[in-house]
Each structure stands twice: as C-alpha cells, then as structure tokens.
Nanobody, 121 residues
Framework: QVQLVESGGGLVQAGGSLRLSCAAS????????MGWYRQVPGNQRELVAT???????NYADSVKGRFTVSRDNARNMVYLQMASLKPEDTAVYYC???????????????WGQGTQVTVSS
C-alpha cells in the first residue's frame, strides 16, 4: 500500500510554468512506472507522462517538449515540470504509481487525490 499526495497546482496565465510534486508514503524504488494523468470534467482521465524506475520517460503528444517528468527515488518524490502552459492544459492532475507484486502476481495501481491546474488565456 502507498499513499500519494500531489501539490503545486494553481492558477497560471498562458505561457507560464508550474511544477507539480507527488509525495509517496513509502519507498518508490519498486513503483514502476510512476507518472501523471489529467482529467477534465466529462472526459476520461488521460495520460500526461510516465517515468520508469530506470528513468525511461513517456509523454502524451500534446505535452511533448513542454512538460518534463522526473523522479527522486531517495526522497520518494515524482515531479512534473510544466512550461509554455496552454488553456487546454487546464485539468485536475493525478499522480499515479504501479506496483507489480511478485508474491501474488497482481498489478496494483495507486492514485493521489489530484491537484487542480487552471491556465487562463
């Protein structure tokens, strides 16, 4: 079991930057991958970016070149640096972590409560 707590959301003007943080309640070495998703009311939750335990990253096409995901295994933290923000980036952003249990062969998925990001035009 792991709890994820996001922070860093807020209101920013178009073209601005924000950094989201996700704090995990325990070691994240075995959480693979970790990442960020976002959701607009009425829409499905969509992938923003993920990062593997080895540092391999994956981004949605809509954020490539503008967002950067990173993780600090020593501090149990995952970050999303967002730049050149657009009004269409407005959403609730969720931290996500996957854990594969070799003991029972199950994949566990964990989510934070979300943090609101609003980009004004």
């Amino acid at each position: 079991q792991v709890q994820l707590v996001e922070s860093g959301g807020g209101l920013v003007q178009a073209g601005g930057s924000l950094r989201l943080s996700c704090a995990a309640s325990r070691s994240i070495f075995s959480l693979d991958p970790m990442g960020w998703y976002r959701q607009v009311p009425g829409n499905q939750r969509e992938l923003v970016a993920t990062i593997s335990s080895g540092g391999r990253t994956n981004y949605a096409d809509s954020v490539k070149g503008r967002f950067t995901v990173s993780r600090d295994n020593a501090r149990n933290m995952v970050y999303l640096q967002m730049a050149s923000l657009k009004p269409e980036d407005t959403a609730v952003y969720y931290c996500n972590a996957d854990f594969f249990s070799s003991r029972d062969g199950a994949l566990y998925e964990y989510w934070g409560q979300g943090t609101q990001v609003t980009v004004s035009s």
